[in-house]
């Protein structure tokens, strides 16, 4: 088997976790808010970090350096996340992912400003372009504001900085050391954030699969997407990930009855052309450059 077959399979695992995580996500939104809905992920999430780096060695490698970085990356997961549950909640399935893939978009953009790299014309065209998909995605209408998709569009921009962060806290952390203080940090705040009104939620036991289901969709979701992009360029990745954006819209469709909207379509296209065009200028350049 090459390693494109591999990475399409790969892809394929962190498609139906994504998916599988926004079906349970809606399922347990009914009874818990968001804030401890991410509480709980994350407490599961540290025992299986934990487990998992036990069995392998690897605990020694979480160090206490760069703390601020790993802070201020959790805390924009953590809103994005929050943001992401929302707007599953609140407005179709297809026009949440459909937004959630300007995360890229928002990240060309950010990069000057976090990791000190130059934004070069190509990018900014890349930005241009996703933002017209977004337009024509969401379709403001000045008479209604749809928080819904305000919220999918904001999640979109956490999530951009939580990659920035991640990628400037993998020049000198393990992986090991990120996990767990993504799942350590992001438990606090869900602590915080869930009991501010004095009130936490316990979950029932018709809900806590849920629970465990949209804490391992997240982990294995992101671990397979990683191993897919060191098997395969981002440029034949990319295009299987969009598969996410029919599969979600048929399941909203047979699970929730959301009419299949072919603009968001359409407009997720669009923003996935602008994604494309900025990762075959970067190939491009590294050639040039070797």
């Not at 350096?65 to 599953?88: D, E, M």
């Not at 009130?199 to 979701?221: F, H, K, Q, R």
């Amino acid at each position: 088997m090459n390693d494109t077959l591999k990475a399409a399979l790969w892809m394929s695992g962190a498609i139906l976790s994504f998916t599988a995580m926004a079906v349970a996500g809606r399922a347990i939104s009914f009874e818990l808010d968001t804030f401890e809905i991410m509480m709980y992920r994350s407490f599961v999430g540290i025992v299986v970090v934990c487990a998992l780096a036990r069995m392998a060695g690897t605990l020694h490698q979480v160090t206490r350096r760069h703390l601020g970085v790993h802070f201020i990356r959790n805390l924009s997961h953590f809103a994005g996340q929050n943001l992401w549950f929302y707007a599953i909640t609140a407005i179709p399935l297809a026009q949440v992912f459909a937004l959630e893939f300007t995360s890229p978009i928002w990240a060309i953009l950010l990069t000057p400003l976090i990791l000190g790299e130059r934004l070069r014309a190509i990018g900014l065209l890349a930005a241009l372009i996703g933002f017209i998909g977004i337009l024509i995605v969401a379709r403001p209408n000045p008479q209604a504001l749809d928080i819904g998709q305000l919220s999918a569009a904001a999640a979109a921009i956490g999530f951009a900085l939580s990659a920035l962060f991640t990628r400037k806290l993998t020049r000198s952390e393990s992986i090991t050391c990120i996990l767990f203080y993504l799942t350590v940090m992001q438990a606090g705040f869900g602590i915080i954030f869930a009991g501010f009104d004095g009130d936490i939620a316990l979950p029932s036991i018709a809900s806590t699969p849920w629970i465990l289901l949209i804490a391992c969709a997240g982990l294995v979701a992101h671990f397979c997407l990683t191993t897919a992009l060191r098997l395969a360029p981002a440029s034949v990745v990319m295009p299987i990930d969009f598969i996410r954006l029919p599969l979600i819209a048929v399941v909203g469709m047979t699970l929730y009855g959301e009419m299949i909207d072919i603009w968001v379509l359409i407009g997720a296209g669009i923003i996935f052309a602008g994604n494309y065009l900025n990762i075959l200028a970067q190939l491009r350049l590294q050639r040039l450059q070797n």
